[in-house]
């Protein structure tokens, strides 16, 4: 069965998306509740993972952030975390109002940036049953302090600060691009794979996908630490997704944060960098956690 266009409320902003019904399944099914990473839009491959889940059985709800690609919500391009942890909460909310949903049997996946949302939301709601946390983020201050260098940090405060005395004066906030050719230019990711991944993945299949963020949203990425909840997830199952080679969300760090879950839980080294999971390496990321969400979502 195709999939639908579906929207919901996520407290007077309307968030947009997919819904793909479970294949082979009639009456109300498990589901997994889905949304991109740091700017990304649900065109950039989250369509592929959706229809993997659906092909094994599982409905996929697929939507965008506010205040990007086809959700509504302002400032646009601006990346509040802690409100993307409660869209996601919104978004189980509005599945299990669904006929062709089972409530009981819900879980997350999240990649990347959303990767470390997912955590959060599996350790504060107990309705998810089941989560999948694919190259996460897991320390926002520790992420900067790999990837700025140091002596860019102080620039970088200025900037947050007449920013922030601009937005208080009635100004528009300033913006900062997501990606530059040069890693060394002013940019939230500035890797050379991440301006890759984003530029061409802009042009083929998301013509919505915009190179700029506020430059807020930067400073509230180095204040987020979505890792601190890990220790409160268990009893829901969890699944992590780290790549080898990942300098974007080192694999590292996710790999000494994952040490700090409990049972039950399960680590999967992907091959590759941190793209590499939505593309060259995308079946040996997607069947993990197809699995993972058939064998826990299958009894809760």
């Known amino acids: 069965m195709a ?69 509504d919500g302002e400032p646009r391009q601006e990346i509040d975390p802690w409100a993307q942890v409660r869209d996601y909460r919104h978004a189980i909310t509005y599945a299990g109002t669904r006929p062709d949903v089972d409530p009981s049997r819900i879980g997350v996946w999240g990649s990347s940036y959303s990767g470390g949302h997912v955590l959060v939301v599996a350790a504060i709601d107990r309705r998810v049953k089941a989560v999948v946390s694919q190259v996460p983020l897991v320390s ?62 802009g042009k083929t299949r998301a013509p919505s996908w915009r190179n700029e963020v506020t430059l807020r949203t930067v400073e509230m990425l ?20 780290v790549a080898e080679t990942d300098h974007l969300t080192p694999a590292d760090l996710a790999i000494d944060a994952y040490e700090q879950a409990r049972q039950p839980k399960r680590l999967v080294i992907l091959p590759g960098g941190h793209f590499d999971a939505y593309v060259a390496g995308f079946e040996q990321a997607s069947e993990p956690a197809m699995d993972w969400f058939r064998e826990h979502l299958a009894s809760a």
Not at 32 to 48: I, Q
Not at 187 to 199: E, G, I, K, N, R
Not at 223 to 240: F, K, W
């Open 3 to 71: 999939r639908r266009d579906i929207e919901f409320d996520g407290e007077c902003v309307t968030l947009r998306g997919w819904f793909y019904p479970a294949e082979g399944v009639s009456g109300r099914a498990p589901t997994v509740v889905m949304a991109h990473g740091f700017s990304a839009v649900k065109e950039m491959y989250l369509d592929s993972f959706a229809e993997v889940f659906a092909a094994a059985g599982l409905n996929a709800l697929v939507f965008d952030n506010r205040n990007f690609g086809a959700s």
């Open 140 to 201: 926002g201050s520790a992420n900067i302090r790999d990837l700025v260098r140091a002596d860019f940090r102080a620039g970088f405060r200025e900037m947050f600060d007449a920013d922030r005395a601009a937005r208080y004066a009635g100004d528009p906030p300033a913006m900062v691009p997501v990606v530059a050719e040069d890693p060394l230019a002013p940019s939230a990711l500035p890797t050379p794979d991440s301006w890759t991944f984003f530029t061409e993945t």
């Open 222 to 241: 180095g204040e987020y630490e979505p890792g601190s909840y890990l220790a409160r997830i268990s009893p829901t199952p969890l699944l992590m997704l």
